[in-house]
Nanobody, 125 residues
Framework: QVQLVESGGGLVQSGGSLRLSCAAS????????IGWFRQAPGKEREGVAC????????EYSDSVKGRFTISRDHAKNTVYLQMNNLKPEDTAVYYC??????????????????WGQGTQVTVSS
């Protein structure tokens, strides 16, 4: 059974940092692309960052480039999202997802992906 569990969300002031974790079980990370997505109230879901399990290639949305870093630890079957210089507009529920696809396709239009339950990130001004 595939399970993705996010953690690390919380409340932080503008300019602060958080690190989200996505612990995966039931799937071989080497064959899956893991993506971080977010959805704020009244807004569409946005692909934030994705990382390939096979070659480590990454993809970021323009809104987070230079501030967020996605990484993976295969030994722990965990993907991280380091978020620095957070802004109020980063406030959203953050989800991780896994799919056997490339990073561009994953971040732009995940299909048939496995999803976690989400973790809330709130950035105060």
């Amino acid at each position: 059974q595939v399970q993705l569990v996010e953690s690390g969300g919380g409340l932080v002031q503008s300019g602060g940092s958080l690190r989200l974790s996505c612990a995966a079980s039931g799937l071989p990370m080497d064959f899956y692309t893991i993506g971080w997505f977010r959805q704020a109230p009244g807004k569409e879901r946005e692909g934030v960052a994705c990382i390939s399990g096979s070659d480590g290639s990454v993809e970021y949305s323009d809104s987070v480039k230079g501030r967020f870093t996605i990484s993976r630890d295969h030994a722990k079957n965990t993907v991280y999202l380091q978020m620095n210089n957070l802004k109020p507009e980063d406030t959203a529920v953050y989800y991780c997802a896994a799919e056997r696809t490339n990073v561009k396709a994953m971040c732009s239009m995940p299909q048939g992906a496995y999803w976690g339950q989400g973790t809330q990130v709130t950035v105060s001004s």
